[in-house]
């Protein structure tokens, strides 16, 4: 009988390197802790899965519209990456129901005429909401389809007026250790910090997200407000904003300062430049069957036409 051949693919090969050596120190040491302190401390256990949240109204956007089906709401809420509360894909909706966007304010800093504080009730009232398709491909080769729910970053900067100074923007986000388990994990030095350069800020695809599949963000993909910027690897979107700063020079990232020859400041998507340990030319929807053949990764994410002007005369090999 003919034999199927499934790829497999070793967790290794895929997670981050510095994941998966935090992961085994993490478990040696919660070994340790629940012999020391009885099953309270098996990791999991206090956690809450988060719950659903309200529907937010928006109108669909057709100039940002992909005829691609989006992924299912159940693997867009349930196959996550937000360290803060674990690492396993499914850790972020099972543990992130104590986590609190409520009340919630986002500091917009630095080099602007007009700092402030925003409260999130007034970023949800500040430009109409729009729902817009975007693919977000993630740096361990999955890729999803989803519908967005925001509006154009650019709307909350051009309140604050960067100044000529202005060269980069750094989003720092929430880190609370009540509420997330996966902070007592050293993988990151939290909170996580994510930047651009300003004018991809600016570009009218870099979008403030507030909702997901017509209804309010769930914790688990980045309440209250996270950030979209569909042609660079999904780690640049940081979730759960809380501050953001405008810069003169180019900050440290958390992904840079963990291990800079893997993760680049840049991170666009780009098929013809490898991970130091993966290839990047082809990429797995999640969803699909398994036996489904694997995606040809696009240039850009497939948003070249939009973006690479952004990128004219520079060596996208050095500049990963
Ligand atoms: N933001 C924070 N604060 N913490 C994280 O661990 N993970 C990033 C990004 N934003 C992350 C984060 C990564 S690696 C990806 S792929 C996307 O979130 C995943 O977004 P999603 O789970 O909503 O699909």
Redo the contacts with the bound molecule.
């Keep these: 009988m003919a034999r199927i051949q499934i790829p497999r693919i070793a967790p290794s090969e895929i997670t981050p390197e510095p994941v998966w050596q935090a992961r085994r120190v993490w478990l040696r040491q919660m070994g340790m802790g629940a012999v020391a302190l009885g099953a309270a401390s098996v990791p999991g256990m206090p956690w809450a899965a988060a719950a659903e949240k309200p529907a937010l109204p928006a109108t669909p956007n057709p100039q940002y519209w992909l005829s691609e089906k989006p992924t299912s709401e159940k693997d867009?809420t349930g196959y996550?990456?937000?360290?803060?509360f674990g690492t396993g894909k499914t850790d972020?909706r099972d543990r992130s129901g104590r986590f609190q966007t409520r009340p919630w304010t986002v500091t917009v800093e630095g080099e602007v005429a007009k700092p402030r504080t925003f409260d999130i009730d007034d970023l949800l009232k500040l430009a109409p909401m729009e729902e817009r398709i975007y693919r977000?491909r993630?740096?361990e080769a999955w890729s999803?389809v989803?519908p967005w729910i925001g509006y154009s970053l650019s709307a909350l900067l051009d309140q604050v007026q960067p100044t000529s100074k202005a060269k980069f923007i750094e989003f720092t986000?929430a880190a609370q250790p009540d509420t997330m388990p996966g902070l007592r994990s050293r993988i990151i030095d939290w909170p996580?910090v994510e930047a651009l350069r300003l004018d991809e800020a600016m570009h009218p695809l870099t979008m403030l997200v507030f909702g997901v599949y017509g209804k309010m963000l769930p914790n688990?993909?980045?309440a209250p407000l996270?950030v979209a910027i569909p042609w660079k690897y999904?780690?640049k979107?940081?979730?759960?904003i809380v501050r953001i700063r405008l810069l003169e020079t180019m900050p440290e990232t958390s992904w840079v300062k963990i291990a800079p020859n893997e993760y680049g400041f840049y991170a666009n998507v780009n098929p013809d430049v490898d991970h130091p340990r993966w290839s990047q030319a082809t990429e797995r929807r999640i969803g699909a069957s398994f036996l489904a053949p694997r995606v040809e990764t696009m240039m850009f994410n497939g948003y070249a036409e939009q973006v690479a002007s952004l990128y004219q005369g520079m060596d996208l090999n050095r500049y990963y």
């Design positions: 867009v996550n990456n937000f360290y803060e972020p977000l993630c740096v999803m989803i986000t996580y688990q993909n980045g996270r999904g780690f979107s940081g979730k759960s």
